[in-house]
């Protein structure tokens, strides 16, 4: 299988950063092709110009090659920590960019773009690692959970990805290395299960 990680923190020594790593090794072990981006480190611009909205706006050559993975890819890793209950600006932004329009999802013929989209991923699964410092009870009853929402619905659901899982491991502020330890371990079984050899 062909499968594109995507990374977003600024910290190169985070665990989110260990945990993409960690994804990238097993994947290449299990035989898989992988497309690696650490958005940070490649300096990616989240920012989306007016002009590359329409869906066969010219795009520059970065964004093509990031569209061109995706499309190929037959599974996707985002790893990220929750930020006010999103992705940090680079990942929304790389969703905003590569997820596009011809790429991602495409409308009827005819449709405006007021109608129901058909998903064009040929993701197979996709699978977000996130990290937070809020208990699970307090991000479930006071905030209901907008990342769960956001990726399995609004992004994953809208393109048309067969099979999601979200794995959120917390608390990290207040996190031990053993904890640490315990949760890549726990992610090595998540992504082998999930991207067998």
Not at 26 to 50: C, I, M, Q, S
Not at 65 to 90: F, M, T
Not at 169 to 180: D, E, I, K, L, N
């Amino acid at each position: 299988m062909r499968i594109s990680v995507i990374v977003g923190h600024p910290r190169s020594r985070s665990f989110n950063c260990a945990l993409a790593r960690l994804c990238v090794r097993l994947l290449r072990r299990n035989g898989h092709t992988v497309y690696f981006h650490d958005l940070y480190r490649e300096k990616f611009d989240p920012l989306l110009p007016a002009a590359e909205i329409p869906q066969r706006a010219p795009i520059r050559r970065t964004i093509k090659k990031y569209c061109a993975e995706l499309a190929d890819s037959d599974g996707l890793i985002i790893v990220h920590p929750n930020w006010w209950g999103q992705p940090p600006a680079v990942v929304k932004g790389w969703v905003d960019r590569v997820m596009r329009p011809g790429v991602a999802y495409a409308f009827a013929a005819g449709d405006s773009g007021a109608g129901v989209p058909r998903g064009l991923l040929k993701i197979r699964k996709a699978l977000v690692l996130n990290t937070s410092d809020t208990p699970a009870s307090r991000e479930k009853k006071v905030f209901g959970d907008p990342l769960e929402i956001i990726w399995k619905n609004c992004i994953f659901g809208f393109c048309g990805a067969k099979s999601f899982r979200r794995k959120v491991f917390r608390v990290v502020a207040v996190s031990s290395p053993a904890q640490r330890r315990r949760w890549l371990a726990q992610a090595e079984q998540i992504v082998n299960a999930s991207f067998p050899k």
